[in-house]
């Protein structure tokens, strides 16, 4: 199972509609983060690997094409639509109202768990809502 979660890290697996119910997410802020470290260390490797091996240092710009088209752009992407999923969430559980829901990790700060469509950490009991009016 760690293996298949790495491999999707490395991947950018993109979070479905079934990490709503899940226990464990596979998609957080996190794991968006993690992901683009592990692409960004590979790739950089490899490409000072490979200019050196060739001597082609002249030519270092090219690997900005590849950290955008392998790293930065596949990474936005899954933001997007991590924040797409996220959004539904909070439309369709009372949590996403609660002021302890944290979205960027798709769990309740209150009791430190994640929370899904089948899972409420506190089963309603401690549910205070956001305030709606801005503290000056």
Same mark, same amino acid.
């Given at each position: 199972?760690?293996?298949?979660? &790495?491999?999707? &890290?490395?991947?950018?697996?993109?979070?479905?509609?079934?990490?709503?119910?899940?226990?464990?997410?596979?998609?957080?802020?996190?794991?968006?983060? %993690?992901?683009?470290?592990?692409?960004?260390?590979?790739?950089?490797? +490899?490409?000072? +690997?490979?200019?050196?091996?060739?001597?082609?240092?002249?030519?270092?710009?090219?690997?900005?094409?590849?950290?955008?088209?392998?790293?930065?752009?596949?990474?936005?992407?899954?933001?997007?639509?991590?924040?797409?999923?996220?959004?539904? +969430?909070?439309?369709?559980?009372?949590?996403?109202?609660?002021?302890?829901?944290?979205?960027?990790?798709?769990?309740?700060? +209150?009791?430190?768990?994640?929370?899904?469509?089948?899972?409420?950490?506190?089963?309603?009991?401690? %549910?205070?809502?956001?305030?709606?009016?801005?503290?000056?």
């Amino acid at each position: 199972m760690k293996i298949d979660k &790495l491999f999707g &890290l490395f991947m950018f697996r993109e979070g479905s509609e079934q990490d709503n119910y899940s226990d464990q997410p596979i998609v957080t802020i996190g794991s968006i983060v %993690w992901g683009v470290m592990i692409r960004l260390t590979l790739i950089m490797t +490899l490409a000072y +690997l490979f200019f050196d091996r060739y001597e082609m240092r002249d030519f270092w710009w090219i690997s900005f094409f590849f950290i955008w088209f392998f790293v930065a752009f596949p990474a936005f992407r899954q933001y997007q639509k991590f924040q797409i999923r996220i959004n539904r +969430l909070q439309e369709e559980i009372l949590c996403g109202t609660c002021i302890h829901f944290r979205a960027e990790a798709q769990m309740c700060s +209150l009791f430190d768990m994640h929370v899904s469509k089948s899972h409420i950490p506190c089963e309603g009991n401690n %549910w205070e809502p956001k305030s709606t009016l801005d503290s000056d």
